[in-house]
């Protein structure tokens, strides 16, 4: 699971990884489709593809010749599992923030109160 | 918007750079908010995880000042320390941060309190890591997952998730 995760990040601190994965995410698309737009060589891209694929961010149907990239979407529920885990503890923290604040605002109109009661 | 409101707390790691940067808004005035940063007994009150207990050794909030302070649970103790760059009052702190248990790693945080009228503030804190794998330990500390490299738009991810 850990070695995954790693996998994952790693497989995406490529650029055009990133890229093939935002293009993936749009639809399904045969290696020559994703080679396109990159200057470089199909085995290069296979290369990458080969990464993404270790990494189970994408697969490779049976389709005949064709054998289209699928993007395994699932995957970035690992992801954002784990960014996730961090903004929980945010919010929770600023969540006691909130109620620190509401304590504060609470003090200072009490003590209003305080000084009209001692005025009247 | 109103003041029932529950707000998000968003968090973006940009995957070209060692930061995090986290974004929240408060229904109180950015002086309450900022004393609740500067004042000790306000901070302890809410700056730790909540299963843990905190001890601030030294609170000295003012440019130039320090501060170092102790999370303590069933497990054992987390010291933290660092500098107060700057304090500027209602507006921004600038301060360094160092956990005791990775004593070469430092961050740099920049806290500033935004005014949106009507008593509210937005909040927005950046933290500079001095790598991006540092960066991604302090992400992922208190997790079993140890994750060095690699990036994408998480916050991006999230929202898409939406």
């Known amino acids: 699971m850990e070695d995954r995760l790693s996998r994952v990040f790693a497989a995406l601190a490529d650029p055009i990884r990133r890229d093939m994965v935002a293009r993936l995410a749009v639809a399904d698309a045969t290696v020559n489709e994703l080679a396109e737009p990159y200057a470089v060589t199909v085995q290069a891209v296979s290369k990458h593809l080969k990464v993404l694929e270790d990494a189970g961010l994408v697969s490779r149907s049976r389709q005949a010749q064709r054998r289209p990239v699928h993007l395994e979407a699932e995957v970035f529920d690992l992801m954002t599992k784990w960014i996730e885990r961090y903004r929980r503890e945010a919010e929770q923290r600023y969540q006691r923030l909130d109620a620190v604040l509401a304590e504060l605002a609470d003090d200072s109109e009490s003590q209003t109160q305080t000084r009209e009661e001692d005025a009247s | ?162």
Do not use: C
Not at chain 2, 109 to 124: A, M, N, Q, S, Y
């Open chain 2, 1 to 162: 918007m109103s003041t029932t409101t529950h707000h998000e707390t968003t968090i973006a790691a940009n995957p070209d750079l060692p930061t995090i940067e986290i974004v929240r808004e408060f229904d109180a005035p950015p002086a309450a908010v900022f004393r609740a940063h500067v004042e000790p007994e306000l901070v302890k009150k809410w700056l730790g995880p909540r299963r843990l207990e905190m001890e601030i050794v030294t609170w000295d909030a003012r440019t130039g000042g320090e501060y170092r302070y102790v999370h303590r649970d069933d497990q054992g103790e987390y010291r933290f320390y660092g500098s107060f760059h700057e304090v500027r009052p209602g507006e921004r702190i600038v301060q360094t941060f160092t956990w005791e248990g990775v004593p070469d790693g430092v961050a740099l945080e920049t806290i500033t309190f935004e005014d949106l009228g009507d008593g509210r503030t937005r909040l927005r804190g950046v933290s500079v890591f001095d790598s991006k794998e540092a960066r991604d330990m302090a992400l992922s500390s208190g997790m079993e997952v140890g994750v060095n490299e690699g990036y994408e738009r998480l916050d991006e991810l999230l929202t898409a998730e939406k």
